[in-house]
């Protein structure tokens, strides 16, 4: 007889451990009547590292699914809305150097692709400003939506910048009044095993035994239950991406009514780059650097010099180093236990990829959760071939970003241009596209993190050069593209011209909340 699984415990909180809570319990109280268990354990002596402030507009759907009030949300985790990422001083170095990697697919993707005519027209918009509007949003500091929109709906496709502690917070008091989690404040000082291996209980200090069928292990860098206790391997990628530590500090605006940036906005330094999140209430700021090219006395000068532009006597905040352990386990899923979060692996907040992989892992295990312990071997097995892929893309994406630059003002940025950095697979795709443009079918899953859209903002925001096709363009496709060229004008100046700032969008919500759905 094989066991089946109904009572599942999380290990550790934070933002991995309640979004997984959230995302489990919601699926399982729309798919089943009763049974189950959800238990997450978390210590009191352990801070939220906060993995990031930076979210995808997957966000929006797992909050949702979740139950959760966007408007409360907003409200409660020092939300704005972020449109995208703008990327400054990452080709030249100079001051007029930027492109956008934006939210909104470029116009008729379904039908066109937009890249070979503009590159034939030689114009003079940026790749991103000719295919969608959210440039020219994000440049004027507008808001993806009016007050009147419905909650989660939008005029222009958007994610959240979020204040993380806060986030989980949230989450943990929705997940405890609304979806039935039991949360046990508890330290766990030893790991019980069954016979064939699979974990069948931790013991905690002060509620001793605790049972469960599926374990997740949301321990953080510390890995309890999959590296500690099964010793799955960390496979490094520190060879590829060089970035190893990070320094972070909050930033109180000059005014309470202070602009807030659509974007993220990442401007390069000479060891990597430093993060300017605007929030509702403060910026969130940050240098990832190599410790390896420069000092961290040098890198906290870069990020003093950054900052005194817009900060009075900013050596006067409170800075926060942070070491980065770029890579992941081997393995993700091992016998009966997971690894979600900093816990799976961790890469640096490029491309506020940390909480993605966080829902999608939950969501994954929601949407495939095993009915008994036989089941559980082929997920596990099927769930790791997924991940692996997947951080293995994202590592690709990631090193996009570093290896198309032209800076050599430093050893860091040559560094990353020798191709002995570059996977096999990123230097392929990027052979192949000098001679054809990105499409979908240049990637093997359907569910794709980066999709070939992604490559193309980066690509070619990036001054990358694809030769034509020899046989020309037909003029059906020249006349196409013209439309969707025109369509994406009038678009743009539409939303420009109607759109509110994110300030007022923000206050207006803290004053008037959106319309539910």
């Known amino acids: 007889m094989t066991s089946n699984v109904k009572n599942i415990v999380i290990v550790g909180g934070g933002t991995a451990g309640w979004i997984t809570a959230g995302t489990l319990a919601a699926s399982l109280k729309k798919k089943v009547s009763s049974g189950y268990s959800i238990t997450l354990i978390e210590s009191a002596r352990v801070p939220i590292v906060g993995v990031g402030e930076g979210t995808w507009p997957t966000m929006r759907n797992t909050l949702k699914n979740m139950g959760i009030k966007e408007t409360d949300f907003i409200r409660q985790c020092h939300v704005s809305f972020k449109q995208g990422a703008k990327f400054c001083k990452w080709v030249t ?17 379904n039908q066109i692709d937009l890249t070979p ?31 009147t929109t419905a909650e989660y ?63 997740i292990d949301c321990t953080g860098f510390n890995a309890l239950l999959l590296g500690k206790h099964f010793k799955v391997p960390f496979i490094s990628c520190e060879d590829s991406l060089f970035a190893n530590q990070a ?12 602009p807030i940036q659509s974007h993220t906005l990442s401007t390069a330094q000479s ?51 942070i070491p980065i352990k770029a890579g992941h386990r081997q393995r993700f899923w091992e016998k009966n236990c997971v690894a979600i979060g ?56 990631l090193k996009l970003h570093y290896t198309l630059t ?20 990123l230097q392929e795709q990027l052979e192949l596209w000098k001679y054809q443009f990105p499409c979908d079918n240049d990637f093997e899953q359907s569910l794709e ?52 700032s994110n300030r007022e969008l923000l206050n207006k919500i803290q004053r008037y909340g959106l319309q539910t759905v």
């Open 247 to 258: 320094i972070a500090v909050q930033v109180p605006y000059k005014q309470e009514d202070s």
């Open 271 to 321: 060891a990597g780059w430093i993060w300017d999140i605007g929030l509702s209430t403060r910026r969130g700021v940050g240098s990832v650097y190599s410790n390896n090219h420069i000092s961290e006395d040098q890198a906290h000068q870069e990020l003093l010099n950054y900052l005194k532009p817009t900060v009075a006597e900013p050596e006067k905040l409170t800075f926060r180093s």
């Open 406 to 425: 032209k800076r050599t003002d430093s050893q860091f940025w040559l560094d990353h241009q020798n191709t002995d950095t570059v996977s096999e697979r």
């Open 93 to 109: 170095g100079k001051d007029d150097d930027f492109y956008y990697h934006p939210l909104i697919l470029p116009q008729g993707h």
């Open 342 to 397: 900093l816990s799976a692996g961790f890469l640096e907040p490029l491309e506020a990829s940390a909480i993605l992989l966080i829902e999608i892992s939950a969501q994954m295990i929601a949407d495939q959760l095993p009915t008994n312990r036989f089941a559980m071997d082929i997920l596990a097995k099927r769930y790791n071939e997924t991940f692996t892929y997947r951080w293995q893309r994202i590592i690709d994406f």
């Open 153 to 215: 709906l939008a005029q222009a496709n958007y994610a959240y910048h979020l204040d993380a502690g806060s986030f989980s917070e949230f989450l943990k008091n929705h997940c405890k009044s609304q979806l039935d989690v039991k949360h046990i404040v508890d330290d766990v000082c030893q790991i019980n095993s069954l016979d064939n291996g699979d974990i069948a209980s931790v013991t905690t200090k002060e509620n001793g035994l605790i049972s469960g069928d599926l374990f």
């Open 449 to 500: 993190i980066f999709p070939a859209a992604s490559y193309q903002y980066v690509l070619y925001g990036m001054g990358f050069k694809t030769e034509p096709n020899p046989l020309g363009m037909s003029a059906q496709s020249i006349e196409m593209a013209q439309q969707h060229f025109q369509k994406n004008l009038m678009q743009s100046n539409a939303l420009t011209s109607s759109l509110t």
């Open 117 to 147: 005519h503009w590159l034939a027209s030689n114009s003079q918009q940026s790749f991103a400003q000719s295919v969608c509007p959210q440039e020219a949003i994000c440049e004027l500091g507008l808001a993806p939506k009016h007050i």
